[in-house]
């Protein structure tokens, strides 16, 4: 069976301060595991994705992610979040016919 | 490429009428999905094609949703009747290639948000 958690709700961080959102996953197959980034009322965009080549990912807009198996999470990081990073972040794990996304993490930025 | 393309982008109908919500993916894509989002139970898979087939269905809440995919150009949702509960907002998303294991990239339309009251 095939899960994603996402381990916070909502991440409130200054402007200029590193974000990190975490990320858990579980699957019975080698899944690929994606990002994607919802504006308020926007649709969905990709920031970044696994597909098992290298462990550590970096994707648009200064994000990356690290892949580790040991602890089955895919966590979310930049080191410096701007303004324009308040939006929701969608964890999703892809297996064999299932997609499963998280629940989402709202990432608000304080001036 | 313009985009995914959904339409309309905003419904508002009354219980019990027939809803038909359409999508165009991206030229050339061979998979497309369709989600439901709500503040309740977030971004849900309900149903996605390959070449047109619909290959897993499994997220699609009852028989009164049925999705088509004529042909590689166009998808409907619809539901028949509807109800208020189906309030959300209804996303498509098209990709090419990614096999059995699904490495592609999904690409999102802007949503239609419906409203049944």
């Known amino acids: 069976a095939q899960s994603v958690t996402q381990l916070d709700s909502h991440v409130s961080v200054s402007e200029g301060t590193p974000v990190l959102l975490r990320c858990n996953y579980s699957?019975?197959?080698?899944?690929?595991l994606f990002w994607y980034v919802q504006h308020p009322n926007k649709g969905l965009q990709l920031l970044l994705k696994?597909?098992?080549?290298?462990?550590l990912v970096k994707g648009i807009n200064g994000f990356e992610a690290e892949f580790k198996k040991s602890e089955t999470s895919f966590h979310l990081t930049k080191p410096s979040a701007h303004m324009s990073d308040a939006a929701e972040y969608f964890c999703?794990?892809?297996?064999?016919?299932?997609?499963?996304f998280g629940s989402g993490t709202r990432l608000s930025i304080r001036p | 490429d313009a985009g995914v393309i959904q339409s309309p982008r905003h419904e508002v109908t009354e219980m019990g009428q027939e809803v038909t919500l359409r999508c165009k993916p991206i030229?050339?894509?061979?998979?497309l999905f369709w989600y439901r989002q709500t503040m309740m139970r977030g971004l849900e898979l309900l149903i996605y094609?390959?070449?047109?087939?619909?290959?897993?269905d499994s997220g699609m809440p009852e028989d009164r949703f049925s999705a088509k995919m004529p042909n590689a150009s166009f998808s409907t949702l619809k539901i028949q009747p509807s109800e208020p509960r189906d309030s959300a907002v209804y996303f498509c998303?098209?990709?090419?290639?990614?096999?059995?294991?699904?490495?592609?990239?999904?690409?999102f339309g802007p949503g239609t948000r419906l409203t049944v009251l």
């Open positions: 998303a098209s990709s090419s290639g990614g096999g059995r294991g699904g490495t592609d990239t999904q690409y």
């Open positions: 699957s019975s197959y080698s899944p690929s």
């Open positions: 696994y597909t098992s080549a290298a462990t």
């Open positions: 999703v794990v892809r297996s064999a016919s299932k997609i499963i």
């Open positions: 030229s050339g894509h061979d998979y």
């Open positions: 094609f390959n070449n047109n087939v619909p290959i897993d």
